[in-house]
């Protein structure tokens, strides 16, 4: 949904979203109203052997338990890691807007008014429920994003590398750059209120449970530096740029992750999906503070 969208406002064109496109956005509509699982637990479960937890689901492959609050059901993050509850709150806060842009291609690359009408229903009533359900507070008594909840009033704060992540909600358009909820549950992420959020001699960011410990994804520090691109926040890009030249390795590339106190060591010597990140965020900068990178605009 985010692609097509992206695709359409970049060029205008309208030909990919036939009918065929159209049966799809309805699938992925009735999927998420499966995943609701208001009426059971849905066709949807998952289960393999493996001596590592986060790679199978629990209770017979529908994953953990959980209270119908008009959520969607995550079965693992985008870190392919099995969530711990069940509605992840950053995929459910993407769905909105994801949902929110179909609902605008239904409405103006294709007219289908009743595509339109479902997607936005749906995102209203996902909104809705996350605003009720999606927060926790942090030490200062402060509202933020939680990044998992169970609809039974428990909730995990954490974040992880991976996006959709409670740090890359401005970049994917899911909320406003100067949003004072999202500001400060971004903060929060990137603190040591993060259980995933790791200081060393070679830099400072966000990790994942895919990779332990005391590992460092400079997926982060890339979404890091282009939240801080949005405010002016020049210093902070700066800082990073540092970093992520500092820690590749002798490689040139970026990896998957890297020790907190040796960039040298490192998973993944090719890692696309940070690669791409890193080469946006280069653009980005080049584009809106070409000095940050010791060129002239």
Not at 82 to 92: G, M, R, T
Not at 126 to 141: P, S
Request: net charge negative.
């Amino acid at each position: 949904m985010w692609i097509a969208h992206a695709y359409w406002r970049a060029t205008g064109d309208t030909v990919p979203f036939d009918a065929l496109w159209a049966d799809g956005a309805r699938a992925s509509i009735r999927t998420f109203r499966e995943q609701q699982r208001k009426d059971g637990p849905g066709p949807y479960r998952f289960r393999r052997s493996s001596p590592i937890v986060g790679e199978s689901m629990p209770l017979d492959g529908y994953g953990p338990p959980s209270r119908p609050i008009g959520l969607i059901h995550c079965g693992f993050r985008p870190s392919d890691d099995a969530c711990v509850l069940p509605f992840l709150i950053p995929s459910n806060i993407f769905a909105v807007r994801a949902l929110r842009q179909l609902a605008e291609l239904a409405t103006r690359a294709r007219p289908d008014a009743a595509l339109a009408a479902d997607a936005s229903a749906l995102a209203d009533e996902v909104e809705a429920a996350l605003r009720l359900h999606g927060m926790t507070k942090g030490a200062d008594g402060q509202p933020v994003w939680a990044y998992e909840v169970d609809g039974y009033g428990n909730a995990i704060f954490m974040d992880d590398a991976n996006v959709p992540s409670l740090s890359g909600l401005a970049y994917l358009g899911a909320v406003k750059a100067d949003d004072p909820l999202w500001r400060r549950t971004a903060a929060r992420a990137w603190s040591k209120d993060n259980a995933y959020f790791f200081t060393g001699k070679a830099a400072e960011g966000i990790g994942s449970p895919h990779t332990g410990l005391r590992e460092i994804w400079p997926m982060s520090i890339v979404m890091h530096a282009l939240n801080a691109l949005e405010t002016g926040d020049d210093a902070t890009v700066a800082r990073s740029l540092a970093a992520l030249k500092a820690t590749h390795g002798g490689t040139g590339f970026m990896h998957e992750s890297f020790n907190q106190d040796d960039g040298a060591k490192f998973t993944r010597s090719w890692f696309a999906w940070a690669n791409g990140l890193f080469g946006e965020l280069i653009v980005d900068v080049a584009a809106k503070n070409p000095a940050l990178l010791g060129v002239r605009a």
